[in-house]
């Protein structure tokens, strides 16, 4: 049965954190953290699938996307990325508590992989290995210029109203204005800076030693080829394992994590390298 703790975290209201146990308590632990605008039920058959495989797998919540009653995300309520790594961090840690001696995997989704990436640039020591699957760097070279003017259209959008009216547009949620700023500002400058101060972590995640794997998708637009491997790049002295699947999903971006074809495809890449990595 699942098991659900509440992250030592402060926040508008508690993040949960769900765990998918499974009887070996020395299996590998995948931890997923979602996509933008996702909430972490919508990963259910994903954790399903992999506890089917034999591995434990757990999911943790995004700030501002929580099951319990919070304020949603506007001028009163803002946060970015340095919140959103710090919550990552209570998550693996409850992990460590619920699994202890357990190898620990960070699974992240499309922004996930953005916080996934930023947390192992910080605590490379507290996990095993980093998976991001469709996340790939929002840089604008990499994408061409109208894609510059189109993520900071969108940091202007969250500025002027207080948020990123993303359930409106149909791209993401109700974002925070503070969130939609450090994207924007990484598809600006190349850069992966947050924080207050701000921090460049760019220089830290070329120095992560951890095992990265990559998964993208054929037909995945919001995580094209040339955009999954500038992030994978940026991990300089890491042991990169790529690879690019083609599900049988009509959105590949996040059909993946739940229609059963697709979840034939990944899990056994994500379950083996887990496997294999925990055994080297």
Known sequence: MPVTTVLDRPAPAPLELTLHPVP??????????????????FYTPLLRALTDAG??????????????????????????????????AAAVEAVHSERPGAPV???GHSLGGHLATAYAARHPDRVDGVALVGSGSVDWRVWGPAHLLRTQ?????????????????GFAGREARGQMRDWGRWARTGRLAFGT??????????????PVLGIGFERDGLAPPASVDALLDMFGAATVTRHR?????????????REP????????????????????
């Open 197 to 210: 101060p701000r921090v460049d972590h760019t220089p830290s995640i070329a120095a992560v030693h951890l």
């Open 153 to 169: 259209a969108v940091v202007a959008a969250a500025m002027l109203i207080g948020h990123f009216p993303g359930d409106r547009v």
């Open 55 to 88: 591995v434990a797998a757990a999911v943790t919540e995004l700030r501002g996307h929580q099951a319990r009653p919070a304020p949603p995300p506007g001028r009163r309520h803002d946060f970015g990325y340095d919140d959103l790594v710090g919550d990552l």
């Open 105 to 107: 995997f960070v699974v």
């Open 245 to 257: 699947l083609d599900v049988p999903a009509a959105r590949p971006h996040f059909g993946w994590a």
């Open 24 to 41: 070996d308590p020395g299996a590998p632990v995948l931890l997923v953290v979602p996509a933008m605008g996702m909430r972490a039920p």
């Open 261 to 280: 074809g697709a979840l034939d495809v990944v899990v056994p890449v994500l379950t083996g390298w887990a496997r294999d990595t925990a055994g080297a």
